[in-house]
């Protein structure tokens, strides 16, 4: 008599009998997301931490961090040309070369969706906790004391993001083997 497998919702069903169950690439792109959400996931309980359980303060400063430093990466051309044609002078260069964009409470809501006076709420509190500048009621920059104070973390999400990155490279080699044939690319947009 052939067993039955387990309901899908039952406890005692593995990920992995689930995942042989199909063979089409879906479930190796679901693996593979799942396992780069983990890394989204470490993201928002530091964040909830460093910012006091206030996600939405973690997001407004955020955003503002990259409206500020984005001017000066896009003139790199990151996409246009080759790593190998990229060094550190270069960085350093634009970013000297490029002033800080300053945003408004109104860019950082439309970019996030969040209602304006919460980001203008938030602006005050990040100017409170000295992490933001605020030049006239248009001009948002992140102090350099904020630049300090997540400095080790920054560094951590950067390792974190290479580990999770060269396992993901792992995962997908490994899934686009079967049966020592390689399918095609799973993981990869199309």
């Not at 997540?150 to 686009?176: K, S």
């Amino acid at each position: 008599m052939p067993r039955t497998p387990p309901h899908p919702r039952s406890p005692s069903v593995s990920l992995g009998y689930l995942a042989a169950q199909t063979v089409n690439t879906e479930t190796d792109r679901m693996i593979l997301s799942t396992f780069a959400g983990s890394f989204t996931q470490e993201i928002l309980r530091r964040a909830y931490r460093m910012f006091d359980g206030d996600l939405t303060l973690f997001l407004v400063f955020g955003e503002i961090a990259q409206y500020n430093v984005a001017r000066a990466m896009r003139s790199l051309n990151i996409q246009e040309i080759a790593a190998s044609a990229l060094n550190r002078n270069d960085v350093l260069r634009a970013l000297q070369e490029e002033q800080v964009a300053p945003c408004n409470a109104l860019s950082i809501s439309e970019a996030t969706g969040i209602p304006r006076e919460t980001v203008r709420r938030k602006v005050k509190e990040l100017q409170k906790r000295q992490m933001l500048y605020r030049e006239g009621p248009r001009k948002l920059t992140l102090t350099p004391h904020a630049i300090e104070h997540f400095y080790n973390a920054g560094l951590d999400v950067m390792q974190d993001f290479h580990e999770t990155a060269r396992i993901i490279r792992i995962l997908q080699e490994a899934l686009n083997r079967r049966d020592g044939s390689v399918t095609s690319g799973v993981g990869t947009r199309r």
